[in-house]
């Protein structure tokens, strides 16, 4: 396969109604699209890859400016080069041929999915396929933010009740925890609810978390910071409420060195973060063997990376609900055809490669900015 052309695509997605977490407040999202053409034996298709980078840098180091740069100025020429050798282009190879800029895991993992999605299409495969995945839906949880108010909470919790999802996830911060998780688990009972505290708190919280434990919670998600090991694995002797890791996992080393030190039992996987698909596999597996839990987790995706995630969840290691919602839950309008959750579920794309693409209407509409790079000619 060949890699004759890469275009990066930025879109502007304005939100349903505003998303806040315990580190900011989100009114649209701008995705990061890289749009390979691939060629191989006559045939010519599209790769695409989204890059789950937030425009600031305040849930990891990575930002949207600096990640279009790196693609730009690094990624995509170190794999043009790597071709120009007469080095076989494979998603597989991507990492290698991209491997000595250091960190950079969300502009790589939106390369290597392009590729991965392009080298798919010429095979006539799906991405479920390629995994081993057998099962056409999986269930479908959402992530509810930090609200204004109580009963506004309540209100929009009560409307994704409504709608059938198979599991909420509650927003929380510091003043904002044990009482909302009180007031959703009095109005809604013993629904499937678990929280996310995007790293803000200490370990001299413990008593405040402490308090979450009567309320049954599936899991407490990365409560303290990045790189704190060692005191979440100090925390979960203090807690009945199973600790998940999030922004801690970056690589399937260091998941294994927080299996090791016993600082989680359940993991989110989000593609992105860790680097791809290829490692957030590894990283399945790695959980697998551990017995520790896993889901898929999301970072408001539009249907590209949405579509992706769901064939990702099929994978056994995945019990637990992910944060794959219905395109509707953000976008008035997505990019691709929605993703629709029915029955608390979603379906597994089932069409070559990722299965979904842009119409090509919704995408001229959002997009704000491109970038175009064309392989040298061959030798």
């Not at 045939?43 to 279009?68: H, K, M, N, Q």
């Not at 399945?284 to 999301?298: E, F, M, T």
Request: negative net charge.
């Amino acid at each position: 396969m060949r890699i004759d052309r890469v275009e990066l695509i930025t879109v502007r997605m304005p939100l349903v109604q505003p998303f806040t977490t315990s580190f900011s407040t989100q009114t649209e999202r701008f995705p990061l699209l890289v749009r390979a053409t691939a060629s191989d034996n006559g045939r010519t298709v599209i790769g695409w890859g989204e890059c789950v980078a937030l425009a600031d840098p305040f849930y990891s180091p990575e930002y949207l400016d600096g990640a279009r740069e790196a693609l730009q100025r690094f990624l995509v020429p170190l794999l043009f080069d790597w071709q120009a050798a007469g080095n076989p282009i494979t998603a597989q190879t991507v990492n290698t041929a991209v491997g000595h800029v250091v960190g950079h895991r969300m502009a790589k993992g939106a390369l290597e999915m392009a590729v991965l999605d392009a080298q798919l299409r010429l095979q006539d495969v799906s991405f479920a396929q390629h995994l081993g995945v057998t099962r056409d839906v999986v269930p479908s949880g959402v992530s509810v933010g930090i609200e204004e108010s109580i009963p506004a909470l309540l209100d929009l919790v009560g409307d994704f009740v409504d709608q059938g999802y198979a599991r909420v996830k509650l927003k929380i911060r510091p003043g904002w925890d044990v009482e909302p998780v009180r007031a959703v688990r009095e109005r809604f009972g013993d629904i499937p609810l678990q929280v996310d505290a995007n790293a803000a708190y200490l370990l001299s919280d413990a008593p405040v978390l402490r308090e979450l434990d009567p309320f049954n919670l599936l899991l407490i998600e990365q409560p303290l910071a990045e790189e704190d090991l060692r005191q979440h694995a100090l925390l979960a002797r203090q807690l009945s409420t199973p600790i998940c890791l999030d922004e801690s996992i970056v690589s399937v080393q260091s998941a294994a060195d927080a299996i090791a030190l016993g600082a989680a039992s359940v993991i989110n996987i989000k593609p992105g973060r860790v680097g791809g698909y290829l490692e957030a596999t590894r990283i399945h597996d790695l959980a697998v063997a551990n017995g520790i839990g896993v889901w898929c987790g999301g970072m408001l995706e539009t249907g590209i990376g949405r579509a992706a995630n769901a064939a990702l969840a099929g994978l056994p290691g995945f019990t637990l609900p992910g944060d794959i919602s219905g395109s509707d839950r953000f976008y008035k309008q997505d990019i691709t055809d929605p993703i629709v959750m029915k029955d608390g579920t979603v379906s597994i794309p089932g069409g070559p490669g990722i299965g979904v693409e842009p119409n090509p209407a919704a995408l001229t509409e959002a997009t704000i900015h491109t970038a175009e790079l064309t392989a040298p000619p061959r030798r």
